[in-house]
């Protein structure tokens, strides 16, 4: 393989395989993009929710604490 041959080169050598990989390769990054977005840390665990949670920790109330936590979606 030469060093020199450029991504267009190499795609057309593979043949008609590679729009199946290229296919895979482009939804895969979607759906990598996509769960980055869902899971980022202010959606996963809000500021909002942990300072009501450790209010209630701190005041002894693990009863309420738990029933927080537990009606919480995040």
């Known amino acids: 393989m030469d060093l020199n041959t450029g991504i ?3 795609f057309a050598k ?3 395989f590679m729009y199946p990989i290229l296919l895979s390769s482009i939804v895969g990054l979607g759906i990598f993009l996509q769960k980055m977005w869902m899971l ?3 959606k996963v665990i809000p500021d909002n929710f ?3 949670l450790y209010r209630l920790l701190s005041q002894g109330k ?3 604490a738990e029933a927080y ?3 919480n979606d995040s």
């Open 8 to 10: 267009f080169e190499t």
């Open 14 to 16: 593979g043949g008609i």
């Open 40 to 42: 980022r840390p202010k």
């Open 50 to 52: 942990l300072g009501q």
């Open 62 to 64: 693990l009863t309420e």
């Open 69 to 71: 936590a537990r009606a």
